[in-house]
């Protein structure tokens, strides 16, 4: 994205050390914007300056644990003045609510949705104000159904995209774009992080982090309320959208069963 007056943009991106944040963070550098890169992993997000500051991209690297909520606050504070935020930083649990640890899933609220929530008012101040900006927030094709042994993970996911399309929509006219990414299954450390039982998912539903961020920042661009990257997840995602929670939500119990089985 680009706005009169503005010569080299500065995006921020958190979840920047890894998987989609990654790769959010090199398409937004060679599509000429600088970087602050957010994540709680220094050594990687300085490993990726090394990496992008070739294509051109100053970047500034700002390591903090957003569930906690004083390098939160240092976060809200860099993201005032900033041109782009690109909320993607994200993690799920699985398994049955009742065994996962209640400490872990309260801290994928606090990540997937209290952060998300603080960083977009943060940002969202200053760009309305000066009349351009794009707020990207990554959520996921989980967010259209209820997610038996995902419970949390999905409801966090339904907040995201949600919240994302009132934003949207309020923010129409201010010439500042808000949109919500709805990925599928992608090839990440997401997966492993969340010990999901991925190997069992055909090879037709996975994704790799470049299209995926295209999508994204293509629709950022365009100002679309929900990009769904990709045709398999698009098909879903519309049949989930309009098929009632009582069958969805006993399939996808019905789907884990087998693979988890
Ligand atoms: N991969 C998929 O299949 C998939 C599908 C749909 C949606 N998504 C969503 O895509 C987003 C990116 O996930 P990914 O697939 O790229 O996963 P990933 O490879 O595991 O990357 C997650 C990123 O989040 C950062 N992070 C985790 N906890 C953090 C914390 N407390 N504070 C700050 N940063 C933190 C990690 O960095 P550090 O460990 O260095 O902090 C890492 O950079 C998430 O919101 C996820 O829900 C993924």
């Known amino acids: 994205m680009s706005w009169p ?15 989609l944040g ?7 550098a ?8 957010v994540a709680r992993d220094r050594a990687r ?3 990726l300056a090394k990496e992008l500051e070739p294509l051109g991209a100053s970047c500034e690297v700002l390591d903090a644990d957003l569930t906690d909520p004083a390098q939160l606050a240092r976060v809200e504070e860099r993201v005032r003045t900033v041109d ?12 049955s609510f009742h065994t996962l640890d209640v400490d872990v899933e309260t801290r994928e609220i606090n990540l997937n949705v209290i952060a998300l929530v603080r960083l977009t008012h943060a940002a969202l101040d200053g760009m309305v104000d000066r009349g351009h900006g794009g707020v990207l927030n990554v959520s996921s ?16 996911k339904a907040f995201v995209t949600s919240f994302t399309e009132a934003v949207h929509e309020e923010c129409k006219g201010t010439g500042v774009a808000v949109t919500a990414l709805c990925p599928g299954f992608t090839h990440t450390e997401f997966q492993e992080r969340a010990s999901v039982p991925a190997s069992q998912v055909p090879g037709v539903m996975w994704q ?7 999508a994204g920042l293509d629709g950022l661009a365009k100002n679309r309320a929900v990009v769904i990257p990709g045709a398999v997840n698009k098909v879903l995602g519309n049949i989930s959208a309009i098929t009632p929670h009582a069958i969805t939500r006993r399939a996808g119990a019905v789907v884990l069963k087998r693979a988890t089985h």
Do not use: I
């Open 84 to 95: 782009v935020l690109v909320n993607n930083a994200g993690f799920g649990s699985f398994g």
């Open 45 to 47: 997000l300085e490993a």
């Open 5 to 19: 007056g503005t010569t080299r943009p500065v995006a921020l991106v958190t979840g920047a050390s890894a998987g």
């Open 208 to 214: 790799n982090p470049p299209e995926v961020v295209k």
């Open 22 to 28: 990654e790769e959010f963070s090199r398409q937004l």
């Open 30 to 37: 060679q599509r000429g914007h600088d970087l602050v890169l």
């Open 141 to 156: 094709l989980a967010s259209f159904q209820p997610g038996p042994s995902n419970a949390t993970y999905g409801a966090t």
